[in-house]
């Protein structure tokens, strides 16, 4: 593993990449700042390495990053309606920053915009941040770790292991941009998905699931088959119309709290092929829809649809919703989950 400087806060903190690397030409570099994945070099099957994922050259633009390029979220991913929460009686007010609902816990203050201790060992490094009791609104004194691994089966594991003293909401994820044609390569939608999921969690115009659980079968939501992102993308469907294309929850399919496969992205050709493992009962497939245009690593002009994001996750806004999973962890139940991103 090699380290190298990426540049200093403007608090003054030391951001570092560290850097991962295997035997089949596959590179990984993660910085301390923010737990964020900023560069994933990936073979073709040709040989040929391009870096996959959106992203910027130093921690300045981190510290900016509206679209959340590589973001390691956490406590709380994806959005909880009407910024408040209650747990045991206990009602919770959080920041408002999604019209009235709360997206991604705090885009200033939560995990991805702090720097995290670091330990490392081979090609894997670990890092720790601890956040106290009624931070951001909540409750609970957590310890955080997230591990990224790079395998010589050309997987990057990130696993999580999240304590809190109280019952709070605990629900993580990983919202890099993919594309793999490689991140200059402008947008996704010659891409293929597949889905491993027979239903999805329908939404409100505020992207609030509205509580049901729905087959995808007959839909522009089935993605069981190898689908063009672009296909139907901009369909008259009511729900792709309401969230500018896709940017939705799917159920995932055999979800028995075991690692496995969920979903498979293409590049045209199958030049880059990358499956999606994890443990998890849902994952936010956003096709980026919103990206802001803007520069990029290397000077690459970003915009609409130029990655893709694979989200796993609990449900969004699950904590008010009975029949989703719950995402309430604490003393008596200690969040970990494995998500692992493989490249053939």
């Keep these: 593993m090699q380290t190298q400087g990426f540049g200093t806060t403007k608090d003054g903190q030391e951001a570092i990449l560290y850097i991962l690397e295997n035997s089949r030409g596959m590179k990984a570099a993660v910085t301390n700042y923010g737990a964020n994945l900023v560069r994933l070099m990936v073979p073709d099957k040709n040989g040929r390495v391009e870096d996959v994922v959106l992203g910027f050259d130093s921690v300045a633009d981190y510290e900016k990053n509206p679209s959340f390029f590589g973001a390691l979220i956490a406590p709380s991913a994806n959005r909880i309606g009407g910024a408040s929460f209650m747990i045991k009686g206990i009602s919770y007010t959080l920041k408002k920053n999604n019209g009235e609902n709360n997206l991604h816990s705090d885009e200033e203050k939560a995990s991805h915009k702090r720097i995290w201790k670091a330990e490392t060992e081979g090609e894997s490094v670990c890092f720790t941040l601890c956040m106290e009791d009624m931070d951001m609104g909540f409750p609970g004194n957590k310890d955080l770790a997230v591990t990224y691994t790079l395998t010589e089966e050309n997987e990057l594991k990130i696993q999580y292991e999240i304590s809190s003293d109280r019952d709070t909401i605990i629900n993580p994820t990983n919202h890099s941009y993919f594309n793999l044609k490689g991140h200059k390569a402008g947008d996704i939608m010659d891409h293929t998905i597949t889905l491993l999921a027979s239903c999805y969690t329908p939404a409100d115009a505020a992207s609030?699931?509205?509580?049901?659980?729905?087959?995808?079968?007959?839909?522009?939501?089935?993605?069981?088959?190898?689908?063009?992102?672009?296909?139907?993308?901009?369909?008259?469907?009511?729900?792709?119309?309401?969230?500018?294309?896709?940017?939705?929850?799917w159920v995932t399919d055999d979800c028995t709290g075991e690692v496995r496969l969920i979903a498979t992205v293409k590049a045209p050709d199958a030049l880059r092929t990358m499956e999606v493992y994890t443990d998890l009962p849902g994952v936010q497939f956003y096709a980026g829809n919103f990206i802001d245009e803007q520069t990029g690593k290397g000077g690459a002009g970003y915009g609409k649809r130029s990655g893709l994001c694979l989200e796993t996750q609990y449900y969004p806004d699950s904590i008010h919703k009975e029949n989703f999973p719950s995402v309430v962890f604490g003393p008596k139940r200690k969040y970990e989950s494995t998500t692992i991103y493989k490249f053939i």
């Design 208 to 249: 609030i699931p509205t509580g049901e659980i729905a087959s995808v079968e007959g839909t522009p939501m089935d993605l069981r088959r190898e689908t063009v992102v672009g296909e139907k993308i901009d369909s008259s469907f009511p729900q792709l119309q309401s969230a500018g294309g896709y940017d939705h929850n």
